[in-house]
């Protein structure tokens, strides 16, 4: 591992020494993107669904 950043160089050790660690830190985020990834493709106006009771 070549960089000449001495802090990027310790995040890719630590990244690699303990990747369940590293996920742990990310992964609240991941769930929020992928929520709002639905939320953003849900319709704004969803098509009412006839039931029984208002069917003819």
């Known amino acids: ?6 802090g990027r160089l310790l995040a ?4 690699l020494a303990e990747p ?3 996920w742990r830190n990310v992964s609240a ?3 929020l993107g992928l929520v709002a990834a639905f ?3 849900m319709p704004d106006n969803p098509v009412a669904i006839p039931t029984s009771s208002t069917a003819c």
């Open 39 to 41: 939320g953003f493709a």
């Open 20 to 22: 369940k660690a590293a």
């Open 1 to 6: 591992m070549r960089t000449g950043n001495p």
């Open 12 to 15: 890719m050790r630590r990244l």
């Open 29 to 31: 985020l991941a769930i």
